[in-house]
Every structure is written in structure tokens, then in C-alpha cells.
């Protein structure tokens, strides 16, 4: 299991609400967390095979940005 950290502009409750069944379908995320209190609203993700694209890929599918720390 690997632990990755991303920079997103998800920056909001409705925000979270878009992403949460993307991230949530996706059988490699293992685990995940958008912390809105940070200036960069990083996004911390747990998963077992999946690549900086393959996140990026995946929340990018609901509207939104996640580049690597």
C-alpha cells in the first residue's frame, strides 16, 4: 500500500460531494481524504497500484485538478 499526497482545487463541501463516488468507485483506492483546511487543499490517498496519473485521471473524471506535492 502506498501513500500519496496531491495538491487539488477541491476547495469545498459541494466540491467533496462531486468527487466522493468517483474516488469511492475506484477498487485500487484504498482510502482517501481531502484536508479543506490546508491552502492547498491536499488530497492524501491510499492505494495499491495506482500511479500520480491514475489519480490525476480519476479526479479529473469530477471536474477537478490533482497535481503531485
Known amino acids: 500500500m502506498k501513500t500519496q499526497k496531491f495538491k487539488t482545487n477541491i476547495n469545498c463541501g459541494n466540491c467533496l460531494a462531486k468527487v466522493t463516488p468517483i474516488l469511492n ?3 485500487r483506492v484504498k482510502s482517501w481524504e481531502v484536508d479543506l483546511k490546508s491552502e492547498d487543499r ?3 490517498i491510499e492505494s495499491e497500484d ?3 496519473e ?3 485521471k480519476t479526479v479529473i473524471k ?3 485538478i ?3 506535492e
Open 25 to 27: 468507485a475506484e477498487p
Open 50 to 52: 495506482m500511479s500520480a
Open 42 to 44: 491536499i488530497l492524501t
Open 54 to 56: 491514475d489519480v490525476f
Open 62 to 64: 469530477a471536474g477537478f
Open 66 to 68: 490533482a497535481k503531485p
